[in-house]
């Protein structure tokens, strides 16, 4: 989906926004500046609730740790200005966060820990040139795994972090079984996500 910048008028400080009430409508902080984005559409939710579930009873079922759904902030760097990201999906591993349910989240209202993996799901306009900036954000966290969700093309790219940044180490299609680096055991059957 396409984000629009509403002007701000001034750039807000990490302070300034854990101060402020919390948004549903999907947004970003770039640089201390709000960008909002339109609501995802009704197939992209569907999508992202398909996905959801079958990470979530792999995730519980492993005691790895947790799984999140969109809108969750993510914090790049709080200073010297604010810039936050909303992935589709993260998934905080329990062995390294400490995070493996609700008790832990409740003092959490931003996510400040590293996601092992991101799931972020491509509207139409995307694609991952145009994603240049949150990957260049997720290496620069250190985010092992990122999977790229294309209704468009019914395919998962899934990107691996290297010193330069990310690389792709595989791309499933209708007839593959989507798997993980990050997330050992975990399979889905990708035709099973696009209907």
């Known amino acids: 989906m396409v984000a ?19 948004m549903t409508q999907p947004h970003e902080v770039i640089n201390g500046e709000i960008t909002m984005s339109p609501a995802p559409s009704s197939i992209h939710q569907w999508i992202l609730s398909e996905l959801l579930d079958a990470l979530r009873r792999h995730v519980r079922g492993s005691g790895l740790g947790v799984v999140l759904p969109a809108p969750v902030d993510l914090i790049i760097t709080k200073a010297p200005t604010l810039r936050t990201r909303q992935p589709d999906l993260l998934f905080l591993n329990g062995e390294k966060t400490g995070v493996y349910g609700p008790k832990q989240l409740e003092d959490m209202p931003s996510i400040e820990v590293v996601p092992d993996l991101i799931v972020e799901l491509l509207s139409p306009e995307e694609n991952r040139r145009t994603l240049t ?12 795994e990122v999977w790229l969700v294309s ?31 990050v997330l050992l055991g975990f399979q889905l059957e990708v035709q099973s996500l696009f209907g």
């Open 4 to 22: 629009t910048q509403q002007p701000t008028g001034q750039r807000i400080t990490y302070e300034q926004w854990l101060k402020m009430p919390r």
């Open 133 to 144: 900036g949150k990957l260049d954000d997720y290496a620069a966290l250190g985010v092992l």
């Open 151 to 181: 209704r468009e093309s019914e395919t998962i790219e899934v990107l691996s972090i290297i010193e330069e940044g990310y690389s792709r180490t595989a791309l499933f299609g209708h007839g593959d079984t989507l798997t993980s680096g």
